[in-house]
């Protein structure tokens, strides 16, 4: 249904510097045509942490990105919660199940790929605050990606802080087989 001032909040990031978490979460939204929190068909303001988990790991969305940052979430945790993400991705993602996805995106198959999964779950333990558990998103919002990475024990991530958006789930699908 939407939310007009839960909306106009998230829209403020567009005015955010660039590099900024805020304005790297703002393009990261509209880049793959997502409705921002608040906007009508939007996602839970709940995912926005999983999705800074993306943004902070230098994780993609496609299906193997989807992977690897389920990793990234299970390093975070010291307990079996973290592992329980991963198998939920692992379900739809790889075993072709719709457990999580709920119809928003077909599930698909063959895409764990242990090497990124266990890149994922490195840098999960390594990162020094959870971003899933007792952290806010508005506090560090106007601060850089690159210095929270580096504040939070992310070892150096190679290319931009937003990768692009997959082509397309068909065509990520594509490339998987």
Same mark, same amino acid.
């Given at each position: 249904? *939407?939310?007009?001032? %839960? ?18 979460? =703002? ?15 939007? =996602? ?26 389920? /990793? ?16 939920? %991705? ?5 075993? /072709? +199940?719709?457990?999580?996805?709920? *119809? ?11 090497? /990124?999964? %266990? ?8 990162? +020094?605050?959870?971003?899933? +558990? ?24 190679? /290319? ?18």
């Amino acid at each position: 249904v *939407g939310d007009k001032k %839960v909306a106009e909040r998230y829209r403020t990031l567009e005015g955010y510097p660039e590099g900024t978490l805020g304005h790297t979460f =703002f393009q990261f939204y509209r880049a793959r045509s997502f409705p921002l929190p608040g906007e009508k068909k939007s =996602f839970s303001e709940l995912l926005i942490t999983h999705d800074c988990c993306h943004i902070l790991g230098g994780f993609n969305t496609d299906m193997n990105g989807e992977m690897n940052v389920a /990793g990234f979430e299970a390093g975070l945790f010291d307990n079996g919660f973290g592992f329980e993400l991963l198998l939920e %991705v692992i379900l739809d993602f790889h075993l /072709g +199940k719709t457990f999580t996805t709920a *119809g928003l995106l077909p599930p698909g198959t063959g895409h764990f790929d242990p090497e /990124g999964v %266990v890149v994922g779950y490195e840098r999960g333990v390594a990162c +020094k605050v959870n971003p899933i +558990k007792g952290w806010d998103f508005w506090e560090v919002a106007d601060q850089s990606v690159t210095e929270l990475r580096a504040r939070y024990g992310l070892p150096d991530i190679p /290319g931009p802080v937003l990768l692009p958006p997959p082509e397309s789930i068909e065509e990520a699908l594509d490339h998987a087989h």
